[in-house]
């Protein structure tokens, strides 16, 4: 079984700084990791994924994460956020060789971007 | 691609009644997820198609919920004489073929049972 753990359950940030969200993971396979953002009243709409290779994952909007086999951590980053990032982001993992690939997600973290 | 469509959007209903929602995939997509998602948390698997079969189901689904997908394309989520704790946003997902596709996910049905 997978478990996904998301250590801020919310992050306040000002708007154009720096925002980090943690993740961690723990899972006797292989999996892929992916980071899902969900506005209000909206599904979930995915920012990026790491599937292999190099560890820096680029996704939408700015956003960027690093897979850190080591320490089971997928955390999420952006330089500067803006008011429009204010929203709900969930981790996620698929164990990689699981016929079902149901997606595991952690419990969320809600960013609020102030001016 | 219209993307994942979900209906209704909400629905309210009293504690003992039926309801039944819709998820329509994105048309090629030919596995088919629904997810709930109780309010504060992370969205939680409840079963999973491939095209008309049913191939997995969590504990969490119990025998007041039923799922199909008759004829591989839309699918229905039918919750019976329905509780308090089943008050819940339904999210339904789809994607394709390969296991390194994205599954992408329909807006939700929020229900509220009073």
């Known amino acids: 079984a997978q478990s996904v753990t998301q250590l801020d359950s919310q992050v306040p940030v000002f708007e154009e700084a720096p925002v980090e969200l943690r993740c961690n993971y723990s899972?006797?396979?292989?999996?892929?990791l992916f980071w899902y953002v969900q506005y209000p009243n909206q599904g979930l709409q995915l920012l990026l994924k790491?599937?292999?290779?190099?560890?820096l994952v680029k996704g939408i909007n700015g956003f960027e994460a690093e897979f850190n086999k080591s320490q089971t951590s997928f955390h999420l980053r952006k330089p500067s956020v803006h008011i429009s990032d204010t929203a709900e982001y969930f981790c996620?993992?698929?164990?990689?060789?699981?016929?079902?690939?149901?997606?595991?997600f952690g419990g969320g973290t809600r960013v609020l971007v102030k001016p | 691609d219209t993307g994942v469509s979900q209906n209704p959007r909400h629905k309210i209903t009293k504690r003992g009644q039926n309801v039944t929602f819709r998820c329509d995939p994105i048309?090629?997509?030919?596995?088919l997820y629904w997810y709930r998602q109780t309010l504060g948390q992370g969205p939680e698997f409840l079963t999973y198609?491939?095209?008309?079969?049913?191939?997995?189901k969590s504990r969490l689904l119990s025998d007041r919920f039923s799922a199909e997908r008759p004829k591989g394309s839309f699918s229905t989520l039918e919750i019976q004489r329905t509780e308090q704790g089943d008050s819940a946003m339904y999210l339904c997902?789809?994607?394709?073929?390969?296991?390194?596709?994205?599954?992408?996910f329909g807006p939700g049905t929020r229900l509220t049972v009073l």
């Open positions: 997902a789809s994607r394709g073929g390969t296991s390194t596709d994205t599954q992408y």
């Open positions: 899972s006797s396979v292989s999996v892929y």
């Open positions: 790491y599937l292999s290779g190099s560890t």
């Open positions: 996620a993992v698929i164990p990689i060789k699981a016929a079902g690939n149901k997606l595991t």
């Open positions: 048309s090629e997509h030919n596995r």
């Open positions: 198609f491939q095209n008309e079969a049913q191939l997995e």
